[in-house]
């Protein structure tokens, strides 16, 4: 009995610590099985969403397409974070890979019968899917560092830092897959090698979504989103961040995120690579554009600890893009031979920093500031972002290039001048919270 006694007293000594660890493993898990769903799954799409151009031209059916899906994917952001709110952010993740393995399955049979409602689906379920990705990694980030006690910014600059940096890497991985099963085809390459191709993005998204399922549940006790017993209530949620200043503020930067994506898909990749290296060139400048946005997201996560730091980081991007836009605005023109050839991987490189800067400042900002209200403000994020990427999609085939780069140029000093502004607002109250 003594012994006994003993061995309960130990075990009972022991088991906050057990437990401390298996939380620390958990929270940190989630992250690593998250980042590799998402690599999986966005893989095929990101590369998907590439090839539209080149392997659905007929009636500019995939031209056409994203623009529907990105319209979609803004008018359904908008109610995201109650349908989150209610499914849970677990669930909403797994609904939402729903709509990228039909999107995958219309390209197998390419018509407007097939891709124009899957389009309209995915722009629901990336709705859900993003709203629920913001929602579950702050919730992770912040359990972690108040189990660990540890600072929250900087935490939720890691976990961004290694969710992004990850995600920046399926334009590598997916760019690869698709030139070496198109490579003998210069204009989207052969019907067999097409849907070969298609087929092995599906099996990454079964992959992804195996992954998925396996996410922890949770249920975060510390969560005062509301129940919405009306469709007024539920309207006043989802508008409650605008009401915020900071929001307001944040909002420009936001926009400008979609444009900077969808002006490397829709026109970098036409204007400036295709006329230099051809159609079979976008696959390697589009990986070289990934692996410089995956390698900055993971050192700007890293470097993020709150306000101060992103300031900084987001600066850096910000001038980056900046050289770029003017460089082509005033000084570029095609040339050949191995320097002519280099240029645009070298632009798609500077870019690629840019945006692994942007995304993972973005996702730690909206965690930090908006932690009571965080399933609607990462829904306002997808909202102006992708409304914006709907933009560029449809402006994109109707103004010239010059015309696109200055556009570009005043939404990058007008985005940039009121993330300044907010840094000023946040900046007393962030101190005196220190």
Known sequence: MKYLSVDVQHNTTLAPFVSAIFAELNHAGDLHVLSAAFLFIFSAYCAAQNLQSSVNTEGDLGTVSMGILYTSFTLFAVTASPV??????????????????????????????????????????????????????????LSHARDN???????????????????????????????????????????MGKNLLFVVFLGCMIVGIVLMCLLSKR???????????????????????????????????????????AFVWAVFTKNIVTPVLGVSGVGGAMAIYGAADAVCALVAGRLTSGLHSATSIVSVGAILHAVV???????????????????????????GVGDGVLHTQLSALLG????????????????????AIAVIFFLSPNITLQAMLILMAIALIISFGSFLLLTLVVEKPSTTRS
């Open 84 to 141: 989150v709110t209610w499914l849970g952010s677990k669930r909403a993740l797994v609904v939402g890979t729903s709509g990228y393995v039909i999107f995958i399955l219309a390209n197998l049979v390419p018509t407007w019968y097939t891709m124009v409602p899957a389009s309209l689906y995915l722009g629901f379920s990336a709705s859900i899917i993003w709203v629920g990705q913001g929602t579950y990694l702050t919730s992770a980030a």
């Open 149 to 191: 006690n540890l600072p929250e910014g900087q935490t939720l600059g890691n976990f961004n830092g290694e969710f992004w940096g990850m995600f920046a890497s399926t334009q590598v991985i997916g760019n690869l897959i698709s030139l070496a099963l198109l490579r003998d085809g210069k204009d989207g390459g052969s019907v």
């Open 219 to 261: 249920d975060e006790k510390g969560n005062t989103a509301p129940t919405h017993s009306s469709f007024g209530a539920m309207m006043k949620y989802i508008v409650a961040p605008l009401k915020d200043r900071r929001m307001i503020l944040i909002i420009p930067l936001i926009a400008y995120s979609g444009l900077q994506a």
């Open 325 to 351: 836009l003017f460089w082509l605005l005033l000084f570029y023109s095609p040339m050949g031979g191995l320097l002519g050839a280099a240029v645009p991987l070298f632009i798609g490189a500077l870019w």
């Open 368 to 387: 930090l500031l908006f932690e009571d209200v965080k399933e609607a403000a990462f829904a306002q994020w997808r909202v102006w972002q992708s409304g």
